[in-house]
């Protein structure tokens, strides 16, 4: 007989991590154990009034206490915390079941008396776990705490129906993970005909048939009394099962949103106890009745499109998607959770001229991130033909070393910080890409597992920025503030105006970001300063905002460029612009967008303009690249080898053809010569 299956995903909102262990026992016993996940869910709740960016500092502090909780997670179990931002917890939990998919919601109740307005309930248990009994988009269980107590004895009480059904099958899960005992009880009333009783007995052990798969004890049992009845034998066990059941309003206006029976028995009894409710089905719905509900959500979802407008998306983003380097300081913690997923990161370091400081930071980041904590499984250093001892420096402290205009020679090479980076995906395998900057003079290894470890954390993120404070030197002296200055004159601007949904990135043009491969592979590459702006615009376009995060990696000091290298970077990135909004709007703003910048040079009785080429290159996804393709088929634990398959027969899209070589060669003269990080943006 096919039975349906246990949860896979399962959602814990959790209010006290400290008391959350019991939840994550139970949750845990309750899953799929082949193909589950257990997620906790911190909610900040953000008054009205008050912009929801504002939540970041708590939404910070929320997910570094829920790192408390992966410590009570059983072997063989993964637990992803996530912190959700809101104007009420139930509309967070709401919003998080959905974006999960879950199965199951796993609420907490300490057993408190239900809240009242003139002697009548207002709510059950919670008024957020009532609101989202109403509202859930999947099964929910209410769980009693008693503590997290052996489990031997499993007490399920059963009337039959639905709800029913799911208690027999978390109750014959409960029993099968802790080595436990099931009595499936249903009472009659006192006095019936043997007859009947019989009968009831014959329903109860098919019942158990259709629904159990283990050793389960029947229980037929006379009572005047239900509720009391199942207090009586609640004692003798460890856990009590009850489904919800269906109960109209009372004459005092009283609701039950799972039925008197259950919730008086979670209300009274001294056993921990759950009550699980189905969600709800539609059953036989006329067309027309389905036509109504349909246009019903479709009012619903455009209300709610209407009310995340694109400024109210970004603060809920700002304050959830915000992240700090300490929250992934436990590296033990975040190997860890990375081996449990089956993760593999690779670290790339582009380089140009920068002997003074590779080997300091290949030395940190093999012995820090390599040999006491696994957490990189790959470095890279990825040079575009420095003139110095940089690659002789990077291979002393330990890395490999990589000449990206010896890379994929049948396409040429350009110059440029893009292309080093576009030709480090085919020179790597990780699931996760990361790349970081090497004129750094204060490298820590925060610049990596920063940006690295939301993305090990959460699963709808897929790209990752760092952003930090930046002292600018100035006659030989490091000042405080005054980098960046790309970024507040010429991209904050830009993004402000023409894709406002990435207003909320504090340094859109640093250096350390981190991405999944799956991602990257079929994003666009500029080949120079453009690469992290294109990069954004892309990424937004594919994953949607809810796909970025940021996180803040400190206080960095680097190289600062002077003014005419900023300028030259700055049109650049203008271009990039540009570009992506004739594509976005499919029309074209320019009849041509220029190509070359005049800088007017003076001095010595002489004055002239001097006209540079400045055209940012563009690099297909490397996914369209047949060399990267058959590189993947061959070692198939870094992509699926039936992906690369399909995609070289679909070529991703109609617009997805194989790249070419360039026809022109080499890039013209003046093009960005540096493939080194673009430490001023």
């Known amino acids: 007989m096919t039975r349906t299956p246990l949860p896979s995903r399962i959602l814990i909102p959790v209010v006290n991590p400290l008391t959350a262990q019991e939840l994550v026992k139970i949750g845990a016993s309750l899953m799929d154990r082949r193909t589950g996940v257990l997620t906790v869910l911190g909610i900040v709740e953000v008054p009205e009034g008050t912009p929801l960016s504002e939540g970041a500092t708590q939404a910070r502090q929320a997910r570094r206490l829920l790192q408390r909780v992966l410590d009570y997670a059983p072997e063989g179990v993964t637990i992803h915390p996530i912190v959700r931002i809101g104007r009420r917890a139930a509309e967070g939990v709401i919003e998080a079941a959905t974006?999960?998919?879950?199965?199951?919601?796993?609420?907490?109740?300490?057993?408190?008396?239900?809240?009242?307005?003139?002697?009548?309930?207002?709510?059950?248990?919670?008024?957020?776990?009532?609101?989202?009994?109403?509202?859930?988009?999947?099964?929910?269980?209410?769980?009693?705490?008693?503590?997290?107590?052996?489990?031997?004895?499993?007490?399920?009480?059963?009337?039959?129906?639905?709800?029913?059904?799911?208690?027999?099958?978390?109750?014959?899960?409960?029993?099968?993970?802790?080595?436990?005992?099931?009595?499936?009880?249903?009472?009659?009333?006192?006095?019936?005909?043997?007859?009947?009783?019989?009968?009831?007995?014959?329903?109860?052990a098919h019942f158990i048939r259709q629904h159990a798969d283990g050793h389960v004890e029947q229980a037929v049992r006379e009572a005047v009394n239900v509720r009391n009845a199942i207090l009586r034998e609640a004692e003798s066990a460890d856990v009590v099962v009850m489904g919800a059941s269906a109960a109209p309003a009372t004459s005092h206006g009283e609701t039950f949103l799972f039925g008197a029976l259950p919730e008086a028995v979670a209300t009274r009894a001294r056993k921990t106890v759950?009550?699980?409710?189905?969600?709800?089905?539609?059953?036989?719905?006329?067309?027309?009745?389905?036509?109504?509900?349909?246009?019903?959500?479709?009012?619903?979802?455009?209300?709610?499109?209407?009310?995340?407008?694109?400024?109210?998306?970004?603060?809920?983003?700002?304050?959830?998607?915000?992240?700090?380097?300490?929250?992934?300081?436990?590296?033990?913690?975040?190997v860890d959770l990375k081996r449990k997923q089956g993760l593999t990161v690779s670290l790339v370091l582009p380089a140009l001229n920068e002997q003074e400081t590779i080997g300091v930071i290949v030395e940190r980041a093999r012995r820090e991130l390599m040999e006491r904590h696994p957490l990189l499984d790959e470095l890279l250093v990825i040079d575009s033909d420095s003139t110095d001892r940089t690659r002789e420096v990077a291979e002393a402290a330990g890395a490999r070393v990589v000449v990206h205009q010896n890379v994929l020679t049948r396409y040429g090479s350009f110059t440029g910080k893009g292309e080093a980076l576009w030709k480090s995906l085919y020179e790597t395998c990780g699931d996760i890409v990361v790349w970081a900057d090497t004129d750094v003079r204060n490298w820590h290894p925060?610049?990596?597992?920063?940006?690295?470890?939301?993305?090990?954390?959460?699963?709808?993120?897929?790209?990752?920025?760092?952003?930090?404070?930046?002292?600018?030197?100035?006659?030989?002296?490091?000042?405080?503030?005054?980098?960046?200055?790309?970024?507040?004159?010429?991209?904050?601007?830009?993004?402000?105006?023409?894709?406002?949904?990435?207003?909320?990135?504090?340094?859109?043009?640093?250096?350390?970001?981190a991405g999944r491969r799956s991602l990257l592979e079929t994003l666009p590459f500029f080949t120079g300063y453009a690469v992290e702006i294109g990069h954004l615009i892309d990424?937004?376009?594919?994953?949607?905002?809810?796909?970025?995060?940021?996180?803040?990696?400190?206080?960095?000091?680097?190289?600062?460029?002077?003014?005419?290298?900023?300028?030259?970077?700055?049109?650049?990135?203008?271009?990039?612009?540009?570009?992506?909004?004739?594509?976005?709007?499919?029309?074209?703003?320019?009849?041509?967008?220029?190509?070359?910048?005049?800088?007017?040079?003076?001095?010595?009785?002489?004055?002239?303009?001097?006209?540079?080429?400045?055209?940012?290159?563009?690099?297909?996804?490397?996914i369209r690249i047949p060399e990267y393709l058959e590189k993947r088929?061959?070692?198939?634990?870094?992509?699926?080898?039936?992906?690369?398959?399909?995609?070289?027969?679909?070529?991703?899209?109609?617009?997805?053809?194989?790249?070419?070589?360039?026809?022109?060669?080499?890039?013209?003269?003046?093009?960005?010569?540096?493939?080194?990080?673009e430490t001023e943006a």
């Open 99 to 204: 974006e999960l998919d879950a199965d199951l919601i796993v609420f907490g109740w300490g057993g408190k008396p239900p809240t009242t307005r003139a002697g009548v309930p207002t709510s059950v248990f919670s008024p957020t776990i009532d609101e989202v009994a109403r509202d859930a988009p999947c099964d929910i269980a209410v769980i009693k705490q008693r503590g997290p107590a052996e489990i031997r004895t499993v007490l399920v009480p059963i009337r039959g129906g639905p709800h029913a059904e799911l208690a027999l099958r978390f109750a014959n899960a409960l029993a099968h993970r802790n080595d436990a005992k099931v009595v499936a009880l249903h009472f009659v009333p006192r006095g019936i005909a043997e007859g009947i009783r019989t009968q009831s007995e014959r329903a109860l």
């Open 274 to 334: 759950i009550v699980v409710k189905t969600r709800e089905a539609i059953g036989k719905a006329t067309f027309e009745k389905l036509e109504a509900r349909a246009e019903t959500l479709a009012a619903a979802e455009r209300a709610a499109f209407e009310a995340r407008s694109i400024p109210l998306r970004v603060e809920r983003w700002f304050g959830e998607s915000n992240f700090h380097h300490r929250e992934f300081g436990d590296l033990d913690r975040l």
């Open 446 to 513: 925060r610049m990596v597992y920063g940006t690295v470890g939301p993305l090990i954390a959460e699963e709808r993120i897929q790209y990752v920025k760092g952003y930090y404070r930046r002292p600018i030197v100035e006659g030989g002296l490091l000042k405080e503030g005054g980098g960046g200055r790309v970024t507040e004159l010429v991209a904050r601007p830009l993004l402000n105006l023409f894709f406002p949904e990435l207003s909320g990135l504090i340094q859109p043009l640093s250096g350390e970001y």
């Open 539 to 622: 990424v937004a376009e594919r994953c949607g905002l809810e796909g970025l995060g940021q996180v803040d990696l400190e206080r960095r000091v680097h190289r600062n460029q002077e003014l005419e290298g900023l300028s030259r970077m700055s049109f650049v990135i203008l271009q990039a612009v540009m570009k992506r909004l004739e594509e976005r709007r499919k029309t074209r703003l320019f009849a041509e967008l220029g190509s070359t910048m005049k800088l007017p040079r003076s001095g010595h009785g002489r004055l002239g303009l001097e006209v540079i080429e400045l055209a940012d290159h563009e690099r297909p996804p490397m």
């Open 633 to 677: 088929r061959n070692d198939p634990g870094s992509i699926g080898a039936a992906a690369a398959a399909a995609a070289a027969r679909n070529g991703r899209g109609s617009s997805a053809a194989v790249a070419e070589p360039p026809s022109e060669g080499a890039p013209a003269e003046g093009a960005p010569t540096a493939a080194a990080p």
